[in-house]
């Protein structure tokens, strides 16, 4: 099996969903920001204020590769990786890329709940916050929809479009 690779914009859901996909498929899972912190012994917020936003891309970069030789593996990656580099064209071509695509309103919502900590969105409120999502949205969209599938989250049973999804893949 090819890898699959779960992609999408903060708080769609990437890391529950891909979760769930390895246990379905019986096969191991990597979230890129984990495996970052874990290879750099750091976590994403201490190397967004040690080296930026740009020395952050070029680590997730690096590492992408290293996550992308693993085989049968399911992936998902942070919201930016598929906006930097070639990264969109080198994850279609070593894995099967799913995009979870939700509304800037659904992505809000899910952030509010969650507990992770995002470094662009620190210092913000929350209409501000609400803001940024809509902008940055737009301008990632036309990475995000090269992916070789989408899933729109904000469409009923979408547990069942994943399952669909990836008996397809
Ligand atoms: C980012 C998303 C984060 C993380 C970093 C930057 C982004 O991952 O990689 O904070 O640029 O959208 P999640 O999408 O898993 O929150």
Known sequence: MKSIIIIGYMGAGKTTVGKALAKELGVMFYDLDWYI?????????????????????????????????????VVSCGGGTPC?????????????????????????????????????????TPEEVQVFIREQLMQRESFYEKAKHIIDINVMDNLDKVNETVQEV
């Open 84 to 124: 930097f580099f070639d990264n969109m064209e080198y994850m279609n071509q070593s894995g099967n890329t799913i995009y979870l695509k939700a509304t800037p309103e659904t992505l809000y919502a899910h952030l509010k709940m969650g507990k992770g900590v995002r470094p662009l969105l620190l210092n913000k």
């Open 37 to 73: 912190e874990s290879r750099m012994r750091k976590t994403v917020k201490q190397i967004f204020d040690e080296v930026g936003e740009e020395g952050f891309r070029q680590i997730e970069h690096n590492m992408l590769h290293e996550v992308a030789e693993f085989e049968n593996v």
